[in-house]
């Protein structure tokens, strides 16, 4: 069946280049990310966090056309299952949509928040929700998916993050079959998946018609059994070196190039490799790499 995935269309992220700040002196400059990206093979974008890339259309356009680059989606993160937060995250989204629509993106990434704090990794709120919370957020999800949709004819995909009250398996599972599919899609990043012992190729064989988009990440189940030991928050997981360079850790990109066939033959595979903060020297090379590796395990083209 692998044979048949040769149309999914391979992108990267500024998340690959250890960007997760609009700005950050610990990050790279967005001109050598735009420039890096193209150099890499990569034809396909994500903008990152808002801010980050110009936010003027125009100019946006610009660099891309420069680069024959072409923007796949925007992302936007919140607190859904915060009823009083509903306002500002609409806000937020239909910025991000309007800037991404504008240079051609067809999804909006959404992102939950997380209940511990980024950086320091402490609990900032419960790990679980009640049944209330769940509810809410799922509410709000394809609320604001509704939003995005009716005001820029953008698809909104729901994206599970670890350290996030949608991040096991299970809890996918559960938002997969509370949500609308008609609203709002899943975008499956299979090292979310696998950081907290989930299988994402299962995933994709038990809700084909639900998987519209991909993150492409592998962790290392070494340093994941150290993080789960010292119970380590993401940003320490990542400082560890968790997330890995492909091909260093799972899932395989073979084990999901073989249910791919189930899915969007010209499905979106962009890499994430989260690398913050890293030397303005690393990502390059790795990039290069990846993309390679992701070629030759025909998982996109």
Do not use: N
């Amino acid at each position: 069946m692998s044979s048949i995935v040769t149309r999914a269309r391979l992108g990267s992220a500024p998340d690959s280049w250890g960007v997760w700040m609009p700005d950050s002196p610990l990050q790279t400059t967005s001109t050598r990310y735009l420039d890096e990206i193209a150099q890499a093979g990569y034809r396909y974008m994500e903008l990152g966090p808002y801010g980050f890339l110009p936010s003027d259309p125009a100019r946006l356009a610009d660099e891309l056309a420069q680069r024959d680059l072409r923007v796949s989606a925007g992302t936007v993160g919140g607190a859904f299952h915060r009823a009083e937060e509903l306002s500002a995250i609409t806000k937020d989204a239909l910025d991000v949509a309007r800037l991404a629509a504008a240079v051609g993106a067809t999804y909006l990434v959404l992102l939950p928040a997380m209940y511990r704090d980024l950086l320091s990794g402490e609990l900032v709120e419960g790990r679980q929700l009640d049944e209330d919370g769940f509810a809410q957020l799922v509410r709000a999800t394809e609320e604001v998916a509704r939003v995005v949709r009716e005001e820029t004819g953008l698809r909104s995909v729901f994206h599970p993050h670890a350290d996030s009250h949608v991040e096991t398996q299970q809890q996918t599972y559960k938002w997969l079959e509370a949500t609308d599919p008609q609203v709002v899609g899943l975008c499956l990043d299979t090292g979310h998946i696998e950081y907290c012992g989930g299988d994402s190729a299962e995933i994709i064989r038990r809700y084909p018609q639900r998987v519209e988009y991909i993150h492409f990440k592998q962790v290392d189940p070494a340093k994941m059994s150290v993080v789960r030991d010292k119970d380590l928050g993401f940003y320490d997981a990542v400082q560890l070196g968790a997330i890995c360079e492909p091909p260093g850790g799972v899932p395989t990109a073979e084990s999901i190039t073989r249910e791919m066939w189930r899915l969007d033959p010209e499905i979106f595979v962009i890499v994430e490799q989260d690398m913050y903060p890293c030397h303005p020297d690393a990502p390059f090379p790795i990039a290069l790499r990846t993309a390679s590796y992701l070629r030759g395990a025909r998982l996109a083209r």
